[in-house]
Every structure is written in structure tokens, then in C-alpha cells.
């Protein structure tokens, strides 16, 4: 079956870096748009970033545009999440989702995969 399994996550600064990489499995990778999403305590969860089954298309949300950077390794069945500059209202877990859609799906709706999560905790 389909898994995704998050990592990076961690306790950083203001001002400091993370990466997350998300390793797939069970499905043909190219075949599946992907993005990261947030949920931070009380609140629903949201779209962060989206990238297409190439990876030649990105799409951000205004809140991390500049700042956090999408990436994908066809290759290696993996994504990544790039996050410079992290800000204390970054902080929640972040999740890896999948679709066999096509575009950059910026609606939690639109994935059906996802992963278990990941912390990310931002502190000022």
C-alpha cells in the first residue's frame, strides 16, 4: 500500500532552517502530484506548497513564499521541504501528501495519501 513517511522535523530558532524529506512508497512516484500541509494547534490544517509529478511546477502559499522552497527526487521516491527564516507562527506538524492528480493541488481535499506528520516548532 501507499506510505509516506515524514522526517526533519525538530526545535529551531527564529531565523533558523529545517529540511523535511518525505520517503514514499508503494505507488509510482512520477505518477503522483505532491505537497506539504500544516496543522498547527487549534487550528485546521493548511496548504503550504505543492509541486507537480515533474516537479517543473511549484506552488506556494503567500504566508512561506521566499522563505520555504519544494523540491522532489523522482529518483529516489522522496520530497523535500527547504525552510529558511522560520517564524514562531511556523510552528505545527507538518504533513506530506500525495495525489494522482495533476497541477499543484492546493487543497487539502484534493490529496488522498498522507503521512503520519512531522513536528516543526519555531521558538522566538
Known amino acids: 500500500q501507499v506510505q509516506l513517511v515524514e522526517s526533519g522535523g525538530g526545535l529551531v530558532q527564529a531565523g533558523g532552517s529545517l529540511r523535511l524529506s518525505c520517503a514514499a512508497s508503494g505507488l509510482t512516484f512520477s505518477n503522483y502530484a505532491l505537497g506539504w500541509l500544516r496543522q498547527a494547534p487549534g487550528k485546521e490544517r493548511e496548504f503550504v506548497t505543492s509541486?507537480?509529478?515533474?516537479?517543473?511546477?511549484?506552488y506556494y502559499a503567500d504566508s512561506v513564499k521566499g522563505r520555504f522552497t519544494i523540491s522532489r527526487d523522482n529518483g529516489k521516491m522522496t520530497l523535500y521541504l527547504q525552510m529558511n527564516n522560520l517564524k514562531p507562527e511556523d510552528t505545527a506538524v507538518y504533513y506530506c501528501?500525495?495525489?494522482?492528480?495533476?497541477?499543484?493541488?492546493?487543497?487539502?481535499?484534493?490529496?488522498?495519501?498522507w503521512g503520519q506528520g512531522t513536528q516543526v516548532t519555531v521558538s522566538s
Open positions: 509541486i507537480t509529478r515533474s516537479g517543473g511546477g511549484t
Open positions: 501528501a500525495g495525489t494522482s492528480g495533476w497541477g499543484t493541488p492546493r487543497n487539502r481535499r484534493d490529496y488522498g495519501y
